[in-house]
């Protein structure tokens, strides 16, 4: 069964804490994307990691890509208030189709 | 540039009636995807259109749920007849080419089913 899985689920953490999301999955996929949600708002794209070994990063937030291990990475370097959302890793691996298998989602809530 | 727009962000409908989604995606963007999300449980994906031909529409539940695209502009996602099960948010998304480019997701529609 193809399965996305995340680690943890929900995570509250205080500001200038150091946390780490994970999202492995299930079956061969050289494509996967973060997606961050705030609530009652669209899915921003975060990063799209195209091979293994891909590292990305955008402020506070680093995604990294190891596709022999079929895990992802999503680390937050010192949080802050304002990363406080759900955020959603996906694989694509139908051959880049658009066809996503997301995970559960995880609720970050940074605590002042 | 305009992101995708769905309407309405909200429906409340009952058991046995009809509602119809609506999504306008990005212009210019001939891939449409629709996704949904059930309470408590993963996004899923349901269809994807390229212009206007269906190309996968493995994720719809069953016939009570038609989607279609005239003119490869906008999309319409219709639920005939409503179940409750069918509650949920329904995310569509598009993209222009079929890219490593990613999927620009609009805010969805809540969908609750009484």
């Known amino acids: 069964e193809l399965k996305v899985e995340q680690n943890p689920l929900f995570l509250s953490m205080q500001e200038g804490k150091n946390y780490t999301i994970y999202c492995n999955y299930s079956?061969?996929?050289?494509?996967l994307y973060w997606y961050r949600q705030d609530p009652g708002k669209s899915l921003e794209s975060l990063f799209v990691?195209?091979?293994?070994?891909a590292v990305k990063q955008e402020g506070r937030l680093m995604a990294s890509l190891d596709t022999k291990a079929r895990l992802s990475t999503l680390h937050i370097t010192a949080a802050v208030h304002d990363l406080s959302a759900t955020y959603f890793c996906?694989?694509?691996?139908?051959?880049?189709?658009?066809?996503?298998?997301f995970g559960q989602g995880t609720t970050l809530q940074v605590k002042p | 540039e305009a992101g995708v727009t769905q309407f309405p962000s909200h429906s409340v409908i009952e058991k046995g009636q009809t509602v119809t989604l609506r999504c306008d995606p990005i212009?210019?963007?001939?891939?449409l995807y629709w996704y949904r999300r059930v309470m408590g449980k993963e996004i899923k994906f349901l269809l994807h259109?390229?212009?206007?031909?269906?190309?996968?529409e493995s994720g719809m539940p069953n016939n009570r749920f038609l989607a279609e695209r005239t003119g490869g502009t906008y999309s319409t996602l219709k639920v005939q007849p409503a179940e409750l099960e069918d509650s949920g948010v329904y995310f569509c998304?598009?993209?222009?080419?079929?890219?490593?480019?990613?999927?620009?997701f609009g805010s969805g529609t809540q969908l609750s089913v009484l």
């Open positions: 259109f390229v212009k206007e031909s269906k190309q996968d």
């Open positions: 990691l195209l091979s293994n070994g």
């Open positions: 998304a598009s993209r222009r080419t079929a890219t490593n480019e990613k999927l620009f």
């Open positions: 079956t061969t996929s050289d494509r």
């Open positions: 996906a694989v694509d691996i139908f051959g880049n189709t658009g066809k996503l298998i």
């Open positions: 212009s210019g963007h001939d891939n």
